[in-house]
């Protein structure tokens, strides 16, 4: 009998430990999918944190003063943030997610279905705007999983983009690239190029930028105006883009370049790669710059701040001179991503590659500096378990504050409360 009766006392704690932790997890998910911003007040880096209920895939942040902190894409939300708390604008069953500089207009790719083609939502964040275009893609031959297309998007936040995107069917591929206005919904096709997925898009002010291959070997970069114009067209004799960005201003282009028809390995090429800077209304190449992609402008167009082989350097957009440069490792190469910058405020994640096979990887870091060089603001990133790094960073308009997020958790500074941003 006393083995009866402890065997059902352990049988109920079993049970009542199940339940309670059934509790505590539905309690977790229930906590975790209400994103919320806490104020964190620390003398020497204050910053506002938005716990969001997914991982963060990018993010706007907008100038202090400004109504709001800015927008931030996580999941499946496209979340606005404000002082106390961050509330769903909607939501986007989308894959590719891109937001306009100033986060006025939002374009999705949701995933499509079997045999679907693939369209593109866009919406203004602050209104109930949206139109949805269809790519003018061919059907398919046998639909599957192989049918989920690329997509490369540009917006910008008077309410035009330029949208590439491209589709295997069977042994073939199908593209097509669309230039489209957001508050009509009207889209012009231009020309495709002849290698699927090697375009890259851009978009300022009035111009519209397309990188990409017409023949084995040869590569084109071309500007559109708003009514689908061809305003020019640039060969790249031997060497192929890699990506293209336009000034705020719409005045000037700049491509990174990576040379072609030599027995060079993937790092040799970045290493020996060139931005070309080049004048948006008439295709003039002014400069050549050394450095690696990917690059932004600064300092309102004159400057490119970009990668060099061991960290990140500020050159004249004109000369291509280097006005300074920081280097993030003593051996060995370093890569960057989220190159960003906004008024006198420029930032990156770096990543140092390892000295030799098998030595472990140095950690990645955020960093963020003036526009002279000076160093604002660094910390270390965090990668999972399985090396895999979720991270992004993002400068508002005119410099006055930044977004670094890993995971679901973005943080933002401003950067007149930073202890370095008043001296050297």
């Known amino acids: 009998m006393p083995r009866v009766k402890r065997r059902c006392q352990r049988q109920k704690c079993r049970q009542l430990a199940h339940w309670v932790g059934r509790a505590i997890s539905v309690a977790s998910l229930l906590l975790a999918a209400y994103p919320h911003c806490v104020w964190a007040e620390e003398a020497s880096a204050p910053y506002h944190e938005a716990v969001l209920a997914a991982p963060i895939t990018g993010a706007v942040i907008t100038d202090a003063g400004a109504q709001g902190f800015g927008i931030a894409v996580a999941g499946l939300d496209v979340v606005a943030l404000s002082a106390d708390q961050a509330s769903t604008l909607f939501r986007a069953r989308g ?11 939002v374009g999705w790719v949701p995933i499509a279905g079997m045999g679907e083609a693939p369209q593109l939502c866009i919406r203004a964040t602050g209104g109930e705007l949206t139109h949805t ?20 998007l540009a917006l910008t936040d008077t309410g035009h983009a330029i949208w590439y995107c491209a589709r295997r069917n069977m042994d073939e591929w199908q593209q097509s ?62 060497l192929q883009p890699c990506t293209v960005t336009a000034s705020a201003d719409g005045k000037r282009v700049a491509c990174a370049m990576v040379p072609l028809g030599r027995a060079l390995t993937r790092a040799q090429r970045q290493l020996e790669g060139r931005v070309w800077v080049v004048d948006a209304r008439t295709g003039d190449v002014s400069t050549q710059a ?72 140095p950690p990645s870091r955020a960093l963020v500096f003036r526009a002279d060089g000076a160093l604002l603001w660094t910390d270390t990133l965090e990668r999972d378990d399985e090396g895999r790094l979720s991270a992004g960073l993002a400068i508002s308009p005119n410099g006055s504050r930044f977004g670094v997020w890993q995971g679901n958790r973005l943080r933002i500074y401003d950067v007149s409360g930073l202890p370095s941003a008043t001296g050297d």
């Open 95 to 105: 894959k590719w997610i891109t937001l306009s500089p100033g986060g006025v207009y």
């Open 133 to 152: 275009i269809t790519a003018p893609l061919g059907e398919l031959e046998k639909p599957g999983r192989m049918a989920q297309p690329i997509s490369r």
């Open 177 to 238: 690239l669309l230039l489209i206005d957001a508050a009509t919904g009207e889209a012009k096709p231009l020309p495709t190029g002849a290698t699927p997925g090697s375009t890259s898009v851009a978009a300022a002010d009035g111009v519209f930028v397309v990188a990409h291959d017409v023949a084995d070997g040869e590569s084109v970069i071309t500007a559109y105006d708003v009514a689908g114009a061809s305003l020019w067209s640039l060969p790249c004799g031997e």
């Open 290 to 361: 050394a450095l690696m992609n990917p690059v932004c402008f600064a300092r309102g167009g004159d400057a490119l701040f970009g990668v060099t082989g061991s960290g990140v350097a500020l050159a004249d957009a004109m000369t291509g001179g280097r006005l300074w440069e920081y280097s993030v490792t003593d051996e060995g190469r370093a890569n960057a991503s989220d190159i960003a910058g906004g008024g006198g405020t420029l930032g990156c994640l770096v990543h140092p590659v390892a000295s030799a096979v098998g030595a472990a990887r």
